[in-house]
DNA sequence: CACCAGGCAAGTA
DNA sequence: TACTTGCATGGT
């Protein structure tokens, strides 16, 4: 048994199932993917039923709507601006290349796919893996902010790491399922929330009765 | 008041 | 390549 197998079963035990993603379609979930960035998740809500309530949550009404306007709706996730152009222009990609459908850009092969969104300007190597993973149920794995401390902390990497690098940390240990790497970043995003966050609070973590020994910071 | 939140791109050396 | 800076609102 592997340590990254111990502490997902470990989490999983704990909390069982997160359901993630929390959206009804790619296209949502794509969205919030970008509006989460470097915000917090209940401001990504906020926006998202602004979107509905409007009857802007589609490709067509995104790519054709006044940046203003999209500006507003979006406005408390912070960086709006370039958030609202992110958004349109991926709407506009999607038509123009892609038949206006997410279906027909989740038809390439992942390391395509990979390629693909990481063309697109406000969609970096998180996003991208988000989208790969939980939009289009490929076998990769996320590593975000949370991870990131969390596997400094417990010595599994030393700071300023490259994202790569951290990623094959855990596929190479795990079974190549998306679902159990679907279901490992929610739990690490949840463990980071609640018990790891920039006051630790290690006594009452679900890990503390392995013998992981948080290392500083 | 400071600090943080499910990052990314562009500029500089 | 490796650092630095701008982007921006809202909650604690």
New binding site residues.
């Given amino acids: 048994m592997t340590i990254s197998k111990t502490v997902y079963n470990a989490l999983l035990n704990e909390w069982g199932p997160q359901s ?3 959206a009804t379609s790619s296209l949502e979930m794509m969205i ?2 970008i509006l ?8 990504v809500e906020k926006a998202t039923k602004r979107l509905k309530d409007e009857n802007a949550l589609n490709i067509e009404s995104l790519a054709s709507i006044s940046s203003v306007k999209l500006e507003s709706w979006i ?9 609202a152009s992110a958004i349109k222009r991926m709407c506009n990609t999607l038509i123009k290349k892609f038949n206006g459908s997410t279906k027909t850009l989740f038809s390439l092969e992942t390391q395509e796919l990979r390629m693909e969104l ?1 063309s ?9 893996d ?1 989208i790969l993973l ?1 939009a289009a149920h490929r076998p990769v794995f996320v590593v ?3 991870t990131r401390r969390f596997m400094t902390r417990h010595g599994w990497s030393t700071e ?1 790491e490259p994202y790569e690098i951290l990623a094959k940390r855990f596929t190479k240990e795990l079974e190549a399922e998306h679902t159990v790497y679907n279901e490992y970043h ?1 739990l690490i ?1 949840r463990l ?2 609640t018990y790891c ?2 006051k630790p609070q290690c006594e009452s973590c679900p890990l503390k009765f392995l013998l992981i020994h948080p290392v500083s910071v």
Avoid: C, F, H
């Fill in positions: 993630w993603w929390p919030g993917a989460t960035q470097n915000t917090s998740w209940t401001q406005r408390s996730t912070g960086y709006y601006r370039q958030k990481l697109w300007k406000g969609v970096g190597p998180e996003t991208a988000s939980y975000d902010s949370y300023n929610a995003v980071g929330k966050r920039s």
